[in-house]
């Protein structure tokens, strides 16, 4: 059991390249999330997955796109990265479903540390 | 809108000293709160959580935290800090009318032997 896996670990890009951060876990979890976190701001949403096939805006979605791929899967695109997205990515998953109506723990991946120059 | 305040970005005790770590909050609705604490290089691990049962919440590593109402706080306590303890906390709220999470800024803990 795995739990939250991410790849990469590390990433350096130019400015404009895209890239795609890759998140899986394994805990049949049916909500996923990815946040950045940088210095002195915490963590902040960019986009949720509720369930598998829906996605909405969290708090930065700008120069962000997510698939979620199946209910495993949930993948964070930089279509033409900026020095601003420079950060460090966490995915997370939590058990609720939409309709819950409760708050879950969310279980955080280890983390891509991106830099853009 | 929801939004978390921690005061005080570093803290720094004693080995053996009372950890107090603050949090507000500020909520329209009953809020869910949690505390998170992550090691360098680490994601972040739930420490613990209120969710509307005991205002006392007992967490892992001898952490607990207290939900109340009136002060709208949830401060983290610990009463004898460990060298293990240094790490960085996070408050958390959310709402039960979506999935979206609030963190605070983070309190950075050193432990001085």
């Known amino acids: 059991n795995a739990g939250v896996t991410q790849t990469p670990k590390f990433q350096v890009l130019k400015t404009g390249q895209s890239m795609t951060l890759q998140c899986a876990q394994d805990m049949n979890h049916n909500s996923m999330y990815w946040y950045r976190q940088d210095p002195g701001m915490g963590l902040r949403l960019i986009y949720y997955s509720a369930s598998e096939g829906t996605t909405d805006k969290g708090e930065v979605p700008n120069g962000y796109n997510v698939s979620r791929l199946n209910k495993r899967e949930f993948s964070l695109r930089l279509e033409s990265a900026a020095p601003s997205q420079t950060s460090v990515y966490f995915c997370?998953?939590?058990?609720?479903?939409?309709?819950?109506?409760?708050?879950?723990?969310?279980?955080f991946g280890p983390g891509t540390r991106l830099t853009v120059l | 809108a929801q939004s978390v305040t921690q005061l005080g970005s570093h803290v720094s005790v004693s080995e053996g000293a009372l950890v107090l770590l603050r949090c507000n909050y500020s909520s329209s609705v009953p809020p869910y709160l949690f505390w998170y604490v992550q090691y360098p290089n680490q994601g972040l691990q739930l420490l613990l959580k209120y969710t509307s049962a005991a205002t006392l919440v007992k967490g892992i590593n001898g952490f607990e935290a207290e939900f109340k109402k009136s002060e709208t706080s949830f401060h983290l306590t610990k009463p004898s800090a460990h060298m293990s303890d240094a790490a960085e906390y996070f408050c958390?709220?959310?709402?039960?009318?979506?999935?979206?999470?609030?963190f605070g800024t983070g309190t950075s803990l050193t432990v001085i032997p």
């Open positions: 958390a709220v959310s709402v039960d009318t979506g999935n979206q999470f609030y």
């Open positions: 997370a998953s939590s058990p609720r479903a939409r309709t819950s109506g409760m708050a879950d723990t969310q279980y």
